[in-house]
C-alpha cells in the first residue's frame, strides 16, 4: 500500500436526501455548483432505519445519472440482512461502487428488540464483504475525539480496528475543530498498525445554534474560545461565517500542512460556504 503523502487527495462532499420534490429541486442547483470542483465523489447520507431509504435512492440514482461518482451511506441498525442485501444488490446494478458503512443511531421509537441483524458497523463491512466481495470501495466512520457511547478511548480503537480487519479500505472522521484531535487519532492508529486513509470530516460554521445542538449529539467538541466568539456574534450572521470560514481554513491549512490524505466536506446541501474553501484552499478542480 503507499504511504499517505504518495495517495492522490480524496477530497469528497456529502450531501443528505430532500424531503421534498421541490428541496430535490433546488439541490441540484447546488450539485451543480459543488460538482464544478470536481470532487472524487459525492456521498449522500441515510436514515438509520430506513427512513430516508427512498430519499437515499433517488438522490443517489440522480447523480448516478448525472455520471457523477457516488457513495452511498448505508447505516445497518434496525436492517435484516435481506433488506442490507437488496440495497447493495441494487447499488452494484447502478453501478456503485463505494460505500460508508455505518451502524447509525436506532431511530428514537424503535425498541432494542427492533436492532435487527446488525450490532456494529464491523458486522456490515463483514457482511459486504463476505457476500459482495470487493464490489465495493468501504469507508466506514472514525472519531478523533471518540465515540459519545464508547466510553474509553482504547476501546473505541480497539472497535475502530475491527472495521479495518473487517475489510474497510478508507475512513472519514466526525468533524472536530482541534487538529490535535486528529494527528493524536493518527499516531494512536499507526501504532495499532492501522494504515487505511483517515479523511477529516469538514463541517463548515455557518449557523451557530445549528452546529451546537448537532455538536451536543454527535461528541464533537467546539473548543470554548470559538463557542464563546460565535455565541458574541449573536444575531450578526455575516461577522459569524467570516470568523467561522477564517477558524475552518485555518484548520484545513493544517490538516493538509500535516498530511492528511484529503478532505472530506459536510455541505449541508449548500455549496457556497464549501466553494470558498475549496477555492481559498486551491484544492484541484479538475480543470
Ligand atoms: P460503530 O463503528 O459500530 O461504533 C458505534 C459504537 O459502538 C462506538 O462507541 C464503538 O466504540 C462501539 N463498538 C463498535 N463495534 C463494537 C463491538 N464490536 N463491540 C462493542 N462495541 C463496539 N448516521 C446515520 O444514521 N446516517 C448516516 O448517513 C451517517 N453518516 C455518517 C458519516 C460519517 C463520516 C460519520 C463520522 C458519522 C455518520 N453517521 C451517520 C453517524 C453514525 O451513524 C453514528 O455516529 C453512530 O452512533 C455510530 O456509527 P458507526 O458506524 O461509527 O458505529
Known amino acids: 500500500m503507499p504511504s499517505e503523502s504518495t495517495q492522490i487527495p480524496i477530497h469528497s462532499v456529502e450531501l443528505f436526501p430532500p424531503k421534498t420534490p421541490e428541496g430535490m429541486e433546488k439541490l441540484k442547483l447546488e450539485i451543480a455548483s459543488l460538482n464544478s470542483l470536481a470532487p472524487t465523489f459525492f456521498s449522500v447520507t441515510y436514515g438509520a432505519g430506513g427512513s430516508t431509504r427512498e430519499g437515499t435512492f433517488d438522490t443517489v440514482n440522480w447523480l448516478r445519472g448525472q455520471g457523477i461518482d457516488t457513495a452511498p451511506h448505508l447505516a445497518c441498525i434496525g436492517s ?82 475491527r472495521k479495518v480487519e473487517a475489510g474497510a479500505d478508507g475512513a472519514i472522521t466526525q ?53 464563546r466568539r460565535l455565541e458574541g456574534y449573536g444575531d450578526d450572521v455575516e461577522s459569524l461565517r467570516a470568523f467561522g470560514h477564517e477558524i475552518v481554513l485555518n484548520l484545513c491549512r493544517q490538516l493538509i500542512a500535516g498530511g492528511a490524505p484529503g478532505l472530506h466536506f459536510y455541505t449541508m446541501n449548500q455549496s457556497g460556504p464549501v466553494r470558498r474553501l475549496w477555492t481559498e484552499l486551491g484544492l484541484p478542480t479538475g480543470v
Open 175 to 227: 468533524y472536530f475543530y482541534n487538529a490535535d484531535a486528529y494527528f493524536g487519532f493518527l499516531e494512536s492508529c499507526r501504532k495499532e498498525g492501522i494504515g487505511i486513509p483517515i479523511v477529516p470530516g469538514i463541517m463548515p460554521i455557518t449557523n451557530y445554534t445549528q452546529l451546537a445542538r448537532f455538536s451536543d449529539t454527535c461528541g464533537a467538541e467546539i473548543p470554548r474560545w470559538i463557542r
Open 80 to 161: 435484516t440482512r435481506e433488506q442490507v442485501r437488496e440495497i447493495l444488490t441494487q447499488y452494484r446494478e447502478q453501478g456503485i461502487d463505494r460505500l460508508v458503512a455505518l451502524r447509525g443511531d436506532m431511530p428514537s421509537g424503535m425498541g432494542a428488540g427492533n436492532s435487527g441483524d446488525f450490532r456494529y458497523a464491523n458486522e456490515l463491512v463483514s457482511f459486504v464483504r463476505a457476500e459482495f466481495g470487493d464490489s465495493f470501495m468501504i469507508e466506514v466512520a472514525a472519531y478523533p475525539e471518540y465515540h459519545p457511547q464508547s466510553g474509553n478511548p482504547a476501546r473505541d480503537l480497539e472497535n475502530f480496528k
